[in-house]
């Protein structure tokens, strides 16, 4: 979607390398979030972000990190990957304001071996 | 946060009207109601938002009875380019943390 890209689009590594997703917007939005999507498990909330150096975790944020050193970038880092971290990774912005229409990135999928 | 109930699938052809209902009977009174759009391989597209009875746009119109512990998502003469899986969330009013279910794959066929 037009405002906000997701890097890189395809990547394959191996088990016990650490990764880093950027996703990075041109919104100037408050609010930044990333999810993983499994089949079977839909779109699960990783960590999300309120603003620059402001994140808490989501309800699968175990083995991930993430910062926003500033507004327009919200970094995802896997320590050490693990196979179970396999996915498909979206990144998402909101400008909050009673404003509750996302806006997707068009996801990174991960595959580690 | 209101836990929300959609079929899992639905199946409908070509020209017709597919509404879509999702179940929500813990809704708070500052809560919305958001529906989006899947297609495989991308991310989610938002469709539409309401509050309470009806909202229209280019897309989709969705209705939301006066309990609001349901709305209705409704597609008016689907295509095949409609195929997709759709999500109904509800988002706590000031709280801006989507949760998203499973939502509803929608097949609309020839």
């Known amino acids: 979607d037009a405002g906000i890209t997701q890097s890189p689009r395809h990547k394959v590594t191996e088990t016990g390398t650490p990764v880093t997703l950027r996703c990075h917007q041109t919104?100037?939005?408050?609010?930044m979030y990333w999810y993983r999507q499994d089949p079977g498990h839909g779109l699960r909330l990783i960590h999300y972000s309120y603003g620059v150096k402001d994140t808490d975790k989501g309800e699968v944020s175990d083995g991930y990190s993430v910062s926003r050193s500033k507004t327009e970038d919200f970094l995802l880092t896997l320590e050490s990957a693990t196979s179970s971290q396999t996915s498909v990774y979206f990144c998402?912005?909101?400008?909050?304001?009673?404003?509750?229409?996302?806006?997707f990135g068009s996801g990174t999928r991960l595959t580690v071996v | 946060l209101a836990k929300t109930t959609q079929p899992i699938s639905m199946d409908s052809y070509e020209g017709q009207e597919v509404n879509i209902t999702c179940s929500h009977n813990?809704?708070?009174?500052?809560?919305?109601i958001t529906w989006y759009q899947q297609f495989p391989s991308q991310g989610p597209r938002f469709i539409i938002q309401?509050?309470?009875t009806k909202v229209t746009n280019e897309v989709a119109s969705l209705f939301i009875p006066a309990d609001r512990k349901s709305s209705t998502l409704s597609l008016p003469r689907v295509s095949l380019s409609d195929t997709a899986v759709y999500y109904c969330l509800v988002a706590s009013g000031g709280s801006y943390i989507p949760t998203f279910g499973r939502g509803t794959s929608l097949i609309v066929h020839p």
């Open positions: 998402a912005i909101s400008p909050g304001q009673d404003n509750y229409g996302y806006t």
């Open positions: 309401g509050y309470k």
């Open positions: 813990n809704i708070a009174t500052n809560d919305y």
């Open positions: 919104e100037n939005h408050r609010y």
